[in-house]
């Protein structure tokens, strides 16, 4: 019995509003990443040029359309102009019919291969060539924004577990350089999830869609469609074959489009890949050498996380073998794609390998936040993201 006017108290509702105290902190502390991540980008605008910062354009016109002239626009240091350049004058014209922008490109075949960002640019800027610029610039964070989102389909920042993976991915190392200098990485990892989110809830032919349209944005997204259920019986490898057909299909018809204006010369841009293993051995040869001459607490001991940290999460996706898992799936292809790639690639002062790699990072980090043991989890956690530590000097989220 209990004394009058009182109740019997519940043992579970201390420790649940431990939980829900909790799950309110760590839901605030995402935000306030998000609004700092907002204000980092803020820092790129320029009344004069808008965010064409983020967009690597450098100074002179050795590179630069007509198109690109007429606007005004934030120039880097040579050393300093990136990739994103090429896209985003490739946006002016994305179906390929004005020579002088052609004529600004480095290798105008191979940009005009990956045209989806050019195009969702053009459509984005209404066809106006200054806002086409902005459009091209920003697109990048918009997709930020939505992987934020949809990312909570997976790991929800609701726990300090579940906040330190989410925070992980947003701030990977090769997510913010994607962001900086508006590249094609994360608006295609950002297709890649949502492929992987459509085959996970059974819509294989609408999943099988979004890796084709991702392929026109990276030939490499295509692998993907490695998120495609295993088929367990005829008709379901069925579904699998159409669905690879569906996937192939965008790349084909585009190929062909290109085939017709570039002829011989669509495929005669450089490889990005070599013999297996040659790339890799190189970049860690050129970053261990630099280490022992300058010591490790310097720029090439950054360099060297990077490295590390893509090296773990591939030992993990072995670790785990978890073939049934969409994820492990795509994230392994990637994992095998690594040691095929280039050196150029691979040299962390390009900051390529974490972007190209970006799929792999998310991939090991969604199936590590179900890690059952606490204490392995955070181990795997600190070792398979010593990318944060170079992330910092790309974006940094504080003046």
């Given at each position: 019995?209990?004394r009058t006017g009182t109740l019997p108290t519940d043992p579970e509702q201390p420790a649940s509003r431990?939980?829900l105290a909790t799950a309110r902190v760590c839901t605030s502390l995402a935000f306030v990443l998000i609004?700092?991540?907002?204000?980092?980008?803020?820092?790129?605008?320029?009344?004069?040029?808008?965010?064409?910062?983020?967009?690597?354009?450098?100074?002179?016109?050795?590179?630069?359309?007509?198109?690109?002239?007429?606007?005004?626009?934030?120039?880097?240091?040579?050393?300093?102009?990136?990739?994103?350049?090429?896209?985003?004058?490739?946006?002016?014209?994305?179906?390929?019919?004005?020579?002088?922008?052609?004529?600004?490109?480095?290798?105008?075949?191979?940009?005009?291969?990956?045209?989806?960002?050019?195009?969702?640019?053009?459509?984005?800027?209404?066809?106006?060539?200054?806002?086409?610029?902005?459009?091209?610039?920003?697109?990048?964070?918009?997709?930020?924004?939505?992987?934020?989102?949809?990312?909570?389909?997976?790991?929800?920042?609701?726990?300090?577990?579940?906040?330190?993976?989410?925070?992980?991915?947003?701030?990977?190392?090769?997510?913010?350089?994607?962001?900086?200098?508006?590249?094609?990485?994360?608006?295609?990892?950002?297709?890649?999830?949502?492929?992987?989110?459509?085959?996970?809830?059974?819509?294989?032919?609408?999943?099988?869609?979004?890796?084709?349209?991702?392929?026109?944005?990276?030939?490499?997204?295509?692998?993907?469609?490695?998120a495609q259920p295993i088929p367990r019986d005829r008709r379901a490898l069925q579904r699998v074959v159409?669905?690879?057909?569906?996937?192939?299909?965008?790349?084909?018809?585009?190929?062909?489009?290109?085939?017709?204006?570039?002829?011989?010369?669509?495929?005669?841009?450089?490889?990005?890949?070599?013999?297996?293993?040659?790339?890799?051995?190189?970049?860690?040869?050129?970053?261990?050498?630099?280490?022992?001459?300058?010591?490790?607490?310097?720029?090439?001991?950054?360099?060297?996380?990077?490295?590390?940290?893509?090296?773990?999460?591939?030992?993990?996706?072995?670790?785990?073998?978890?073939?049934?898992?969409?994820?492990?799936?795509?994230?392994?292809?990637?994992?095998?794609?690594?040691?095929?790639?280039?050196?150029?690639?691979?040299?962390?002062?390009?900051?390529?390998?974490?972007?190209?790699?970006?799929?792999?990072?998310?991939?090991?980090?969604?199936?590590?936040?179900?890690?059952?043991?606490?204490?392995?989890?955070?181990?795997?956690?600190?070792?398979?993201?010593?990318?944060?530590?170079?992330?910092?000097?790309?974006?940094?989220?504080?003046?």
């Amino acid at each position: 019995m209990t004394r009058t006017g009182t109740l019997p108290t519940d043992p579970e509702q201390p420790a649940s509003r431990r939980r829900l105290a909790t799950a309110r902190v760590c839901t605030s502390l995402a935000f306030v990443l998000i609004i700092l991540f907002l204000a980092s980008v803020a820092r790129f605008y320029h009344p004069d040029t808008g965010f064409t910062a983020l967009i690597g354009f450098p100074a002179g016109d050795h590179f630069e359309s007509p198109a690109l002239h007429a606007i005004p626009h934030y120039e880097h240091p040579i050393w300093a102009s990136y990739d994103g350049q090429f896209y985003a004058q490739r946006a002016f014209d994305p179906l390929l019919r004005d020579p002088s922008i052609d004529h600004a490109m480095d290798s105008a075949p191979f940009r005009a291969r990956r045209v989806l960002f050019s195009w969702t640019a053009y459509l984005l800027g209404l066809g106006r060539p200054a806002w086409i610029l902005e459009a091209y610039a920003l697109q990048n964070v918009i997709c930020w924004l939505i992987l934020a989102a949809l990312l909570t389909v997976w790991i929800a920042p609701t726990s300090p577990r579940g906040l330190a993976v989410w925070t992980a991915c947003l701030f990977s190392h090769g997510l913010l350089w994607s962001v900086r200098f508006a590249l094609l990485d994360g608006p295609s990892l950002v297709l890649i999830a949502l492929a992987v989110a459509t085959a996970e809830r059974g819509r294989s032919l609408l999943s099988a869609g979004i890796v084709g349209v991702a392929g026109l944005g990276r030939e490499t997204n295509v692998l993907a469609v490695l998120a495609q259920p295993i088929p367990r019986d005829r008709r379901a490898l069925q579904r699998v074959v159409v669905s690879l057909v569906v996937a192939a299909l965008p790349i084909v018809i585009w190929y062909d489009y290109l085939r017709s204006i570039y002829r011989s010369t669509l495929m005669t841009s450089v490889s990005s890949f070599v013999v297996t293993g040659s790339g890799l051995v190189s970049g860690w040869q050129q970053v261990l050498s630099g280490v022992g001459q300058v010591g490790l607490f310097t720029g090439h001991g950054l360099f060297l996380c990077l490295l590390a940290s893509l090296a773990v999460q591939a030992v993990y996706l072995a670790v785990r073998h978890e073939f049934g898992q969409p994820w492990w799936r795509v994230a392994a292809a990637y994992a095998v794609m690594m040691a095929f790639l280039h050196p150029t690639l691979v040299d962390p002062l390009t900051g390529a390998i974490t972007r190209v790699m970006l799929p792999l990072t998310v991939g090991f980090n969604i199936l590590l936040a179900s890690e059952p043991r606490p204490i392995r989890f955070w181990l795997w956690f600190a070792a398979g993201n010593l990318h944060l530590m170079g992330a910092s000097r790309v974006m940094p989220l504080f003046p």
